[in-house]
């Protein structure tokens, strides 16, 4: 568990990437692109082919680990770091022996769906506070601490690790009961506690007593529990009236469209939506030249103050780069999968992503190389990408597994069958995402795996191979399948959103340009009554 020591603070915001169903956040590639690559290569090219590994090879791989692998992703770093002003106040008391007692992960809690397997472990639980400062002889009147739930956490040992008694603790999850059922709780969600500091100095340890928790299940819910008089617990919900808007915004590059669009007031969630769905088209690294411009609209929860509370969906993105005009619409299909599609609703994803791990660059090319443990010339067939174990490994298209688990020098491996003719595999595997197997159904991007160095490699890297009809080839130029494209009354549907997105646009324009300040309009659902937001 991490201690957060801060002001109680409302404007707690929402994980971003709940904004974005079937897509990872750019919140992961910033941060694992800020990983150093490894410097490595692997040697399960020394396996003839996947299908008919040679076995051969000796399994008493010299494991050179030379690469160190404590980057932890920023955006943990990010979601850990301390408020800034009360970091001074003592905290309570934590009870030495009970809280290392209930330390132990419990697993209610891992019920929180797959979105948590992004997160590896080795990232989570930085310790940044903790309680040791705690200065019993100056205790204040009152003492407000956030603590922030992590993976494994139970209410009930949230709450004891934060100093909160047993009777208290089981007494505030008694009152909440009706309110809040502690299994929802949700890693990375934040609980305010109060407590009551004695007034005067006493002998001994002091008793800090719970005075009032807040928690916040849902970005417009927010659940209180106080003490009464009598010394027990009420809680009551307040809900926050949040205001639907849809937003349209647009502006010019000058360096980077992250920093353009973050200067334009557009969410980072947003923004990373945005990156993610148009970089099948453009190249960020090199495409993009001063004066570009960028379109985007989304829908987002505001409070009753105006202020974002929760960014929406993407609804459309467009990007001119030396006035050539990229225009993706979100659709919703009839299966109920989510995507991008161009005008002409051809799917912005290819059928495959050539490279399947974020941040990551290739530090071994498919060929002919000196094998790096070997020592003489073989046949690399996949592409080596350099990243910290634990780097996420995204399946490179939609398909079924067809192998999981160790696999000669491969190591840990997934073989994911895509269609009659390609397959993809990963090797060197750290761990597997929790329930995989065999026959498992894995969307493009799910995260499948974490990069590792197991079998025989000298580094933690991912080895990452196509097969067409069960034979390697090169993965950088191999010519990919097509993304599916709609057709029939599919793409009438998908037509008839796509006019209902251009006139609402147009209207949120209009409207702009007359109060000439803003940016956000509510839709006229008269004029769109096929936009969601209008259903
Ligand atoms: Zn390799």
């Known amino acids: 568990m991490t201690l957060l020591l801060r002001a109680t603070s409302p404007d707690l915001l929402p994980p971003v990437d709940a904004a974005v169903p079937h897509q990872r956040t750019a919140a992961d590639s910033t941060a694992l692109s800020t990983a150093p690559a490894a410097e490595t290569t692997d040697v399960a090219e020394a396996t003839p082919t996947a299908a008919n590994p040679g076995d051969t090879d000796s399994t008493d791989t010299p494991s050179i680990d030379a ?124 609980i305010a506690l109060t407590f009551s500091a004695p007034e005067k100095q006493h002998q001994g340890p002091i008793d800090f007593q719970l005075v009032n928790l807040s928690l916040q299940p849902s970005v417009d819910r927010d659940l209180q529990v106080t003490r009464a008089l009598d010394g027990g617990f009420t809680a009551f919900a307040i809900d926050r009236p949040l205001t639907h808007r849809t937003v349209a915004m647009r502006g010019e590059i000058h360096s980077s469209l992250f920093e353009a669009a973050q200067d334009a007031g557009v969410p980072v969630a947003i923004i990373s939506a945005a990156i993610k769905a148009l970089s099948y088209d453009v190249d ?104 910290p174990t634990g780097t996420p490994i995204f399946a490179a298209g939609d398909g079924v597994i067809t192998k999981i688990g160790p696999f000669s020098s491969y190591g840990n491996y997934v073989q994911i069958k895509h269609n009659t003719t390609y397959a993809t595999a990963y090797a060197h595997i750290s761990r597997f995402a929790k329930g995989l197997h065999v026959g498992s159904r894995v969307h493009q991007g799910d995260v499948i795996a974490y990069v590792g160095a197991t079998g025989r490699a000298t580094g933690p890297h991912l080895h990452f191979e196509v097969l067409v009809n069960g034979s390697q080839v090169n993965p950088t130029s191999v010519k990919l399948p097509s993304g599916s494209k709609l057709a029939g009354a599919e793409l009438n549907k998908f037509k008839a959103a796509m006019n209902d997105m251009i006139s609402l646009k147009e209207q949120i324009e209009a409207a702009q340009l007359q109060t000439a300040q803003g940016t956000v309009q509510s839709p006229d659902c008269s004029a769109a009554p096929n936009y969601p937001a209008c259903q």
């Open 67 to 190: 690469t160190p692998t404590d980057a932890a992703p920023a955006a943990e770093a990010e979601t850990v770091a301390p408020g800034p002003s009360l970091a001074a106040l003592p905290a309570p008391r934590v009870p030495d022996s009970e809280a290392a007692a209930v330390t132990a992960p419990s697993g209610e809690t891992s019920d929180a769906g797959r979105t948590d397997d992004v997160i590896p472990d080795e990232a989570l639980g930085e310790e940044l506070a903790t309680t040791d400062d705690t200065d019993p002889a100056n205790p204040s009147a009152a003492i407000a601490q956030t603590v922030q739930v992590q993976r494994g956490d139970t209410l009930i040992t949230v709450l004891v690790n934060a100093g909160v008694s047993h009777d208290d603790a089981y007494g505030a999850i008694e009152a909440l009961q009706d309110l809040f059922a502690p299994k929802d709780l949700r890693p990375g969600q934040e």
């Open 284 to 387: 960020f690294q090199r495409d993009i030249q001063p004066g570009d411009t960028f379109e985007f609209v989304f829908d987002r929860l505001d409070d009753e103050e105006g202020n974002l509370a929760k960014p929406g969906d993407l609804l459309y993105a467009s990007i001119t780069l030396s006035g050539k005009t990229y225009q993706l619409y979100r659709y919703e299909m009839s299966d109920g999968f989510v995507d991008y599609f161009n005008p002409k609703g051809e799917s912005v994803r290819k059928a495959l992503l050539r490279t399947p791990v974020d941040g990551a660059r290739i530090t071994s090319g498919y060929g002919m190389r000196n094998h790096p443990i070997l020592g003489y010339s073989k046949m690399h067939k996949g592409v080596d990408f350099g990243a």
